[in-house]
């Protein structure tokens, strides 16, 4: 039978901290090509500019009819407030997305939109068409807008009656 040894010399270390990650949130002037991550071929199988302008405008579509069909009163007229404050913040974070995203190549070409329509677009899992794309980001904007000018169509329609 093996015997144990009557003594264990173990070398302790002082416990050190971990550096803790530091977040700039103002950078510097001229700072901003640490940050930057050119991607090659983003351009091509990217969302194109033209989508997104489509999907703001949705918004603005329907966030105006609220504002329209809606603000009747100071009560409602604060509510809609609130509603384009918090739709204002929502821009915001896309655009903070779109700045911190990957950048195009500066020597690579932009497609247009047709080549975009036409074209495949990377997302996470899969590739997609960019009809598909642009389908899944402006189906449910466009139906809450039209929603918006019905609902307010037939509020107002009620009130006239």
């Not at 070398?11 to 990650?21: C, E, S």
């Not at 779109?98 to 950048?103: F, K, M, N, P, T």
Request: glycine letters at 8%.
């Amino acid at each position: 039978m093996a015997s144990l040894p009557d003594k264990v010399e173990l070398a302790v270390q002082p416990l050190q901290p971990a550096p803790r990650p530091m977040l700039t949130l103002v950078h510097t002037a001229g700072n901003y090509d640490a940050i930057e991550r050119t991607a090659p071929g983003v351009a091509m199988r990217g969302v194109h500019p033209g989508a997104l302008v489509s999907l703001v405008g949705l918004y603005a579509a329907m966030l105006s009819g609220f504002w329209i069909f809606f603000a009747r009163s100071p009560e409602a007229a604060l509510v809609l407030v609130m509603v384009t404050v918090l739709m204002l913040v929502y821009f915001a974070l896309v655009i903070g997305g779109i700045l911190v995203a990957d950048a195009v190549d500066p020597a690579e070409p932009q497609r247009g939109f047709g080549a975009f329509l036409e074209g495949r677009v990377e997302t996470l899992t899969e590739l997609i068409t960019g009809k598909q794309a642009l389908m899944q980001m402006l189906f449910l904007p466009a139906c809450m807008a039209v929603m918006a000018m019905t609902i307010g169509i037939i509020a107002r329609l009620s009130l006239a009656g």
